[in-house]
């Protein structure tokens, strides 16, 4: 069949075959190269940080979609996990809060962890189910209120030690890299708890599910002020590299400048950014190492297995539901790392930020357009629709300045059109997604079948 005579989806859907990984993220690197040549190199700087940490984000998330087929809409909850280890590891301990409700804190999450203990203990050894749940009932209400009248006036305590500045325990004051290992753990701890509950549930509930559970991690995190500040934020969470300011105040770095003939204060941004950049590569690159080798492995097979057909898995002595929680935490501390590594580059943990259902819609449009069940195309995609959901508003300005040029400067159109800049975002994201859709829908770099 000549080429004039095939369709056109499927000549752009053979197009989209024939380029290997190398070209498209050559592709992606040239657009960020654009903006630096275009716009700035700090800001091209600041969009391959975040495009390395949506690359990040979007590993784990394919590690249970792509691997399991499991939908997680509670990426986020996880994430704003991530940023509180930050917090805890990172900045320095209030010893003031501490002396005024630290111990009641502590005791009454040790209270909490002997009344659940307590609470098994007695289902597990009592035999008479009537009598079971009554003691059970009895033993954890007695456990409540016991650790709420050591818990409330801690809290109240902490919260009151100069509110405007503290008001809450603070961390350990440790490096801060440190925190996107503990950020991984905590989102483990959590999914697994998440995945004790929810994983029994098929994929629309589980959905709802993980939707709902993030909703909780996120609320806790705005209203337990003695442990985050809640909306009042968190700021100065120490940096992994220099500050703009030190080099800029030593001898070398000044020479440096000048000898390139650049100005100190845009080059300490740029090195700034470049240290960055280095760092979350790294992440990125030891993530992806053991992604794909769990991929290529006999693990990675048996999922794949249960991904496509649970039946014959479980007829075959697969345990689904194990493996599920097994990818299910694996993924989701993967997550929790991105939000270790986000709340680094921010330097501020700010609780309101994490829309469970904005934004976790996002790293899915990611995931999809990238390529799901492969991880080559989960980190091209975090590249790419970062790359777009950040540059489509100054590119639509520039687009409806352009096409409303010939108007007056107080024409109402053109003053419209300008203001309704900002959301050429949304609707270049959905075009995007519905090209990709349409002429690929396995993605970019869709999934190897081997």
Same mark, same amino acid.
């Given at each position: ?89 990172? !900045? ?21 962890? @002997?009344?659940?203990? &307590? ?6 050894? !009592?035999?008479? %189910?009537?009598?079971?749940?009554? &003691? ?25 030690? $100069? %509110? ?39 994929? *629309? ?34 940096? %992994? ?61 048996? +999922? ?14 697969? $345990? ?9 935490? !694996? ?9 270790? !590594? ?22 899915? @449009? ?11 195309? &989960? ?5 790419? @629709? ?5 540059? &489509? ?7 409806? $300045?352009?096409?409303?040029? %010939?108007?007056?400067? *107080? ?7 300008? $203001? ?8 270049? +994201? ?21």
């Amino acid at each position: 069949m000549s080429d004039a005579r095939v369709p056109f989806s499927v000549r752009v859907a053979q197009a989209l075959r024939t380029p290997r990984k190398p070209v498209l993220f050559a592709a992606m690197a040239a657009l960020i190269c654009l903006v630096g040549a275009g716009q700035s190199w700090s800001l091209a700087l600041t969009i391959l940080n975040l495009c390395l940490i949506s690359a990040v984000m979007t590993l784990g998330v394919n590690i249970q979609w792509g691997y399991a087929g499991l939908f997680n809409a509670g990426v986020m909850g996880f994430v704003a996990l991530g940023g509180l280890a930050g917090v805890l590891v990172s !900045m320095p301990p209030v010893r003031a809060a501490w002396h005024a409700g630290g111990a009641g804190v502590v005791l009454a999450l040790a209270m909490a962890l @002997v009344t659940i203990a &307590a609470a098994v203990l007695v289902y597990r050894r !009592m035999r008479q %189910p009537a009598y079971r749940k009554l &003691a059970v009932a009895l033993v954890v209400a007695a456990g409540y209120f016991a650790a709420r009248g050591l818990f409330e006036p801690a809290v109240r305590a902490i919260e009151a030690v $100069d %509110p405007s500045r503290t008001g809450y325990l603070g961390g350990f004051g440790l490096p801060v890299v440190l925190s996107w290992f503990v950020g991984g753990a905590l989102a483990a701890g959590a999914a697994w708890a998440a995945g004790k509950i929810s994983l029994g549930l098929r994929a *629309d509930y589980l959905a709802i599910a993980t939707l709902g559970i993030s909703e909780i991690i996120v609320a806790f995190l705005k209203y337990e002020e003695w442990l985050s500040r809640g909306v009042k934020n968190v700021t100065g969470l120490p940096r %992994p590299v220099p500050y703009e300011v030190d080099l800029q105040a030593t001898v070398w770095f000044r020479e440096w400048a000048a000898s390139l003939g650049a100005s100190p204060v845009d080059l300490s941004s740029i090195v700034v950014k470049l240290c960055y950049a280095g760092l979350f590569a790294l992440v990125l690159v030891v993530l992806m190492w053991l992604a794909e080798a769990a991929l290529r492995s006999p693990w990675g097979r048996m +999922m794949r297995a249960i991904r496509d057909n649970e039946t014959a898995a479980e007829a075959m002595g697969k $345990d689904v539901t194990a493996r599920h929680l097994q990818v299910f935490v !694996m993924g989701s501390a993967v997550v929790g790392i991105a939000g270790a !590594m986000l709340a680094t580059l921010d330097g501020q943990f700010t609780p309101t930020t994490y829309h469970p259902l904005r934004f976790t819609f996002l790293v899915w @449009v990611m995931v999809i357009v990238g390529g799901s069940g492969n991880n080559w195309g &989960a980190v091209l995609g975090g590249f790419l @629709v970062w790359y777009v959901w950040v540059e &489509a508003e100054p590119m639509g300005l520039w687009l409806m $300045d352009f096409l409303t040029s %010939p108007l007056a400067a *107080d024409n109402p159109l053109r003053i419209h059109l300008i $203001d309704s800049a900002a959301h050429m975002r949304l609707v270049v +994201m959905g075009l995007v997604l519905l090209l990709v859709l349409r002429f690929a829908p396995r993605g970019l770099i869709p999934e190897e079948r081997r």
